[in-house]
């Protein structure tokens, strides 16, 4: 079932940050509007005439403004005097969420509660304030906003920030092969943003009151090659811990590497806001690089017999393939569906991202994992609805938040698949049940015929988590009684089929983990 997602979440105290992660800088609290000896126009970029009257400190400044459209304007600094052009670039266009007939791309200026990022990529000539020092000015909702440099007019090159730099793998990509994604967090506004949808990207905000995990980039063996995976450890990782942790992998798209998950992707930061809100369980979080991941065609056998296996023994991490995820965004959905089409059952959840419908309804045990598809409303990578419901015989989701082919979609895609889906099969499963329960409904069969067969599928749902054998028995109940209704005229062959075969649909996934 394809879902559009209203991501729900409350407005907590306003505050901000440098750069957004555990490694930068944090801006104090922002309630108070924060008063700068700088002048700000809202529109485009233009900035104090002299630049005197501008703060000029290098990287990016979340200023509280009670004239922005948003409460708070981004004020970001370039350094580089040899610089003879700058522009600021960002992918904080916006588009009507709350109306998705609205065919209008809306400038940052023109904010107002219902629009969210998903437009593109906000392009402007940044403003010489001297010596070599480059400003510009813009309004900027809450969450991770993302942004970079082109630098002369060289649109091959995505600039860094230097004073706000993603920490990038040592072993990552560098010079014009890299898209420099550098983010800026931001508060919610309550009254000026004010809608709920807005409001929960503040999840992608690191909280000053939260216990934090630890990422870094771990050396690993490939051959004879020395590479490196993110690792992120949760709050309190104990190596010792009685009950193994669940594993999620995360895999970049084209231009990223292994570090895109752990900075713009802030993927550290909502594991962190989702563990202290009970939202997700605690997990180790791997990263790695496609391109040593070994072939495709293979079913990229480095990672399963040199990535999989050195998590598991260097960490207190289970080894049962229902406990490890596998998702990736645009590129990395491509190797997601490739891993499910080689061998669905190397993980118990998949999420193929922005990267269209590439899995193959044919493949041998497709109905044992959980499949998350996803992406954003106005992604060009967005799969298609009616491919996706076409996979009959795997066990899937598909969801669509605000956002384009952009990290404003991943994050929160990420984020969904955390805090609704990860370890849980009864949100997978809920659409089969409702779906036999409908079929059950639209029979000719008398009302004790159909409790019967109703009151068998709502405790078979009742049982999922707790009790698969339970399960798994009054699903076959199930199928015995369709038969035999069937045998006796009451249903018709076709009516029989379509129920039989949904029910062992389900039968075969909770049968296979048991």
């Known amino acids: ?27 104090p609290h922002l309630l108070a509007a924060l008063v700068l000896a700088w002048a700000m126009a809202l529109s485009m970029s233009p900035v104090a005439a ?30 580089d005097p040899d610089a ?44 010489n304030a001297g010596d070599g020092y480059w400003v510009t000015d813009v309004p900027l909702a809450a969450g991770a906003n993302q942004y970079w440099f082109y630098v002369d007019d060289d649109t091959s090159l995505w600039v860094t920030d230097p004073a706000n730099s993603p920490i990038y793998a040592p072993d990552g990509l560098t010079g014009t092969a890299r898209r420099a994604f550098n983010k800026v967090n931001v508060p919610y506004d ?14 992608e905000n690191p909280r000053p009151d939260s216990a934090k995990g630890t990422w870094s980039y771990v050396p690993i063996q490939i051959g004879t090659t020395t590479r490196t995976m993110g690792v992120y450890l949760p709050p309190g990782y104990d190596p010792n811990r009685a009950e193994p942790y669940k594993t999620i992998y995360m895999q970049h798209g084209g231009g990223q590497d292994q570090s895109d998950w752990m900075n713009i992707g802030s993927v550290p930061v909502i594991m962190d806001n989702l563990i202290q809100d009970g939202s997700t369980e605690p997990a180790v979080v791997i990263t790695t690089a496609t391109n040593y991941l070994g072939s495709p065609a293979e079913g990229y056998p480095n990672l399963r017999n040199v990535v999989i296996p050195f998590v598991e023994s260097h960490y207190n991490v289970s080894t049962r393939a229902l406990d490890r995820a596998f998702a990736g965004l645009s590129a990395g959905s491509i ?58 015989n795997a066990v899937v989701e598909n969801v669509v938040v605000s956002g384009a082919h952009d990290f404003n979609a991943w994050n929160q895609l ?57 399960t798994l028995g009054l699903l076959e109940a199930f199928v015995a009684q369709v038969h035999q209704l069937e045998g006796d005229g009451k249903l018709t062959d076709e009516q029989a089929a379509e129920l039989v075969g949904t029910a062992e649909k389900v039968i075969v996934n909770v049968g296979y983990w048991q």
């Open 84 to 127: 003879t052009s700058v522009r600021f670039v960002a992918d904080i266009l916006l588009r009507n969420w709350a109306d998705p007939t609205d065919p209008t791309i809306y400038q940052p200026s023109q904010y107002r509660p219902g629009l969210m990022r998903g437009g593109g990529a906000y392009d402007v000539e940044m403003t």
């Open 50 to 79: 002299h630049a005197d009257d501008v703060d000029l400190t290098p990287g990016p400044t979340v200023v509280a403004d009670s004239d922005s459209p948003t409460g708070y304007t981004g004020h970001f600094v370039y350094y």
């Open 1 to 27: 079932m394809t879902r559009a997602l209203q991501l729900r979440g409350t407005a907590g105290d306003a505050w901000g940050t440098v750069g957004g992660g555990r490694h930068r800088t944090r801006v």
């Open 335 to 392: 190797v997601t569906a490739n891993l499910i089409n080689h061998d669905p059952t190397a993980f118990g959840y998949y999420g193929p991202w922005s990267g269209g419908m590439r899995v193959d309804n044919a493949t041998p045990n497709l109905a044992a994992p959980y499949i998350l598809f996803g992406g954003g409303a106005w992604d060009f990578g967005l799969p298609n609805p009616a491919q996706v419901a076409a996979l009959d």
């Open 190 to 203: 309550a009254e000026k943003q004010n809608y709920a949808p807005m409001a929960a990207r503040e999840i």
């Open 414 to 470: 990420f984020t969904t698949f955390a805090r609704d889906y990860l370890w849980h099969p009864e949100a997978f499963l809920a659409d089969e049940i409702s779906v036999l329960k409908e079929s059950v409904a639209s029979t000719s069969l008398n009302r004790g015929n159909r409790n019967a067969l109703t009151a068998k599928l709502d405790r078979a749902y009742e049982l999922l988590t707790r009790d698969s054998a339970g």
